[in-house]
């Protein structure tokens, strides 16, 4: 490789050289990584002849073609549209509406020099799209002297503004892993309905305005079934284990022998134990009860909503139910299926899939069923008079042998993962095994199937929660057979992907609010800010640069604040240094236990010594008395949202999750329980001992009636 070309072809795809790591040393990036993801980008750093022309083809790519693959503006600005054609001739550009209206926008008297574009010498004219074009995706329409092209044109929002957040009032509300949350009717996991009651009573028993749950993406159909919410095989479409069987309407209409067959299954799981959870229990129960379900015929109107669901997931959840129905016979790993099946869009998967159509149709049947049920909750956040109701999170990425994985393997990188450099979570930097979008791929297909993906999660959002929004600027790539820390950022057009989540959710009227937490650059925080998407505080990385704590008026406003996260102990956990204890033992701590649990409880200290200064905390007070006390300190920050972990209300002491661990630790698997370990139902938490205190710990004054514990 030839350093002096493999520089600028960094330089023109993105690709970081060097950066600054968490202690604020600047580190060179070694050249194998660089050409190793540079390889994955599509280009070619073999040699000085490959670097040349990759360089030149990078460079030309847009000349090369009459419009690029789509065009993002922001309303209230100017947008430029650019075409190229041979040199002298004519063009026509018009713009039609999504309304189907259609716009001439007027040519720039802007002048770029033609160029010799492959023999043909061609030019670049300007079009101007008028600042008040409306929000949406619309069309932009170029003839030429016997050549066509077209494009997609997305207005953005130039600020994200929710009806929630109107009037400047604060929200506040419950933190869930839902499927830790169980209730006496559930599986042995919690399900969609346990989050409604969950909404229900929240939000009118005690006033919540949200309550904010973990990826509900879907894991493969297989047993084992993977615990990871955070590694899914999808993030457009949820998990049918998270399906309440007796909410079907089908099940009405069982036959007697039936319904008794399906309280069987159901029985033993209905017992809660403070054993670790067992998805793969719960789901092999609940698919023998889909199966009877799914023989009753489904009535004429029924019929009628199924096929109008389909038309409206289109093509991608086909592809996912195809994948689905392959799985179940080859596998998850694509690399062992028959070689034809390898690509959605051979023609042999049509086959397949036209022989198999009674097993596909099962997956589009359930998806259907997790739709329905997901409507319902979000109705009834609605009719509680929740402001923003159910905010669901959305996962970093999927895994490189799912659904995604193979129906988008179009738009996504290979021979790469997608991690995080050394931080404050992971002192060795941490590798999670996920395909990254490919940048340059994500555009020529515009953006559309990251589209399709946040349209499907929050048509039954109140909100949505973008787990490392980093992600959307740059993310951490590391190439396949490298350590984590041996990886490099490489840049998205942040301009592109932040505009049209903020579209996307403007249309849906939620609330977003990205995870920036880690090794975040202040502008980021700025941008984010600027178009309307909340950032996130947790107490206890609230420092300045220094190290010396920030004082809780001193927080950013746009954002959600907590005590807890779930990618470390609940409050009382943390306080006991408990995450101190886990790395220790896993061996993920940069320096001998002694010395991290002497920073730890001394850093825990400070915030301690600030609640009592603040006269929230005596001497020798218990460990309820603390994490009620910091969750005033949280209370005290500007913070837009502020949130509780439902673990604190119980006073859980275990961590949900090790980032930077796989069966290291018990991630994902984790029941709700008390300081002892008992298992705690969701009929239980009305009367959770620290339920009215830090309920009131974080309730704003003109916040809804607090009505109390019920039950």
């Not at 000349?63 to 040199?87: D, E, F, K, S």
């Not at 509900?216 to 998270?242: D, Q």
């Not at 049509?350 to 259907?368: P, S, T």
Request: net charge negative; proline share 7%; glycine share 8%.
């Amino acid at each position: 490789m030839s350093e002096p070309l493999l520089d600028p072809l960094a330089r023109a795809y993105g690709v970081a050289l060097d950066y600054w790591d968490q202690s604020g040393v600047q580190r060179r990036v070694p050249h194998g990584t660089v050409a190793a993801v540079l390889t994955a980008l599509g280009a070619d750093p073999t040699d000085e002849e490959s670097l040349e022309r990759s360089l030149r083809d990078r460079e030309l790519r847009d000349w090369r073609r009459m419009l690029p693959p789509v065009v993002i503006g922001v309303q209230g600005r100017y947008t430029h549209v650019c075409a190229h054609i041979p040199h002298g001739t004519s063009l026509r550009v018009w713009i039609e509406c999504e309304d189907g209206s259609l716009i001439e926008p007027a040519q720039s008297n802007r002048w770029i020099d033609p160029r010799d574009i492959d023999g043909v010498l061609t030019g670049e004219a300007t079009f101007v799209v008028p600042s008040d074009l409306p929000l949406g995706w619309h069309t932009v329409h170029a003839l030429g002297e016997g050549v066509t092209a077209r494009c997609p044109l997305v207005i953005t929002p130039a600020r994200l503004e929710p009806a929630a957040l109107e009037g400047g009032a604060r929200l506040w509300g419950l933190m869930a892993q839902i499927y830790s949350v169980r209730s006496h009717r559930s599986w042995g996991i919690g399900d969609l309905a346990d989050l409604a009651d969950l909404v229900a009573w929240s939000g009118h028993a005690l006033g919540a305005d949200f309550l904010l749950v973990n990826p509900l993406h879907s894991a493969a159909p297989l047993i084992p079934m993977i615990p990871s919410p955070y590694l899914p095989i999808t993030r457009r479409f949820p998990n049918p284990l998270y399906l309440r069987i007796e909410d079907i309407p089908e099940y009405a209409y069982l036959r007697s022998r039936d319904r008794k067959a399906i309280r069987r299954l159901s029985k033993p799981l209905r017992r809660l134990t403070g054993e670790l959870l067992d998805r793969d229990a719960s789901w092999l129960a609940k698919s023998e009860a889909l199966e009877m379900l799914r023989a009753v015929p489904l009535t004429g109107g029924r019929q009628a909503q199924y096929d109008c669901f389909v038309e409206r997931e289109g093509q991608g959840l086909v592809d996912f139910a195809t994948w689905c129905a392959i799985a179940e016979e080859y596998g998850v790993n694509t690399g062992e299926w028959p070689e034809e099946l390898r690509h959605p869009r051979d023609e042999a998967v049509a086959v397949w899939r036209a022989e198999n159509v009674d097993r596909v149709e099962r997956h589009l049947w359930l998806q259907w069923l997790l739709d329905e049920q997901l409507a319902r909750t979000h109705r009834v956040a609605h009719d509680v008079g929740m402001r923003a109701g159910v905010i669901h999170d959305l996962a970093v990425g999927v895994s490189g042998d799912g659904a995604d994985a193979w129906a988008l393997q179009d738009v996504l990188a290979s021979g790469v993962s997608v991690g995080a450099p050394p931080d404050m979570y992971n002192q060795k930097g941490q590798d999670w095994a996920q395909p990254p979008w490919s940048p340059t791929a994500l555009a020529e297909a515009a953006y559309i199937p990251y589209r399709d993906m946040l349209r499907t999660i929050l048509q039954h959002a109140g909100g949505l929660r973008v787990d490392h929004i980093l992600g959307l600027f740059r993310q951490w790539w590391i190439p396949h057979g490298r350590p984590a820390d041996e990886g490099t950022f490489v840049a998205f057009d942040y301009e592109a992907l932040v505009g049209i989540l903020a579209l996307e959710a403007q249309r849906a009227g939620a609330v977003v609010i990205g995870e920036d937490l880690g090794t975040v650059e202040p502008w980021v925080q700025d941008v984010l800010r600027d178009r309307g998407i909340l950032g996130t505080s947790i107490l206890w990385f609230e420092r300045w640069e220094g190290g010396a704590l920030k004082q809780p008026e001193q927080w950013r406003p746009d954002v959600l604040a907590s005590v807890a996260v779930h990618d470390l102990p609940p409050t009382a956990g943390y306080l006991a240094g408990e995450h101190v204890r886990i790395r220790g033992e896993l061996g993920l701590l940069n320096r001998s236990e002694e010395e991290e649990r002497a920073a730890d409880v001394a850093g825990t200290q400070e915030w301690l010594d600030l609640a009592a200064a603040r006269g929230w905390l005596g001497n020798d007070m218990a460990i309820s008395d603390q994490v009620a006390a910091l969750h005033r300190v949280v209370a005290a920050s500007p913070a837009r949202l502020v949130g509780i972990g439902l673990p604190d209300l119980v006073g859980d002491v275990r961590a949900q999750n090790q980032p930077g661990t796989d069966q290291e630790y018990p991630n994902w698997r984790v029941p709700l329980a008390d300081a002892d370990g008992v298992p705690v139902a969701l009929e239980d938490l009305p009367r959770a001992s620290l339920l009215p205190r830090l309920v009131e710990a974080v309730r704003p004054t003109n916040a809804r009636a607090f009505r109390g514990p019920i039950g």
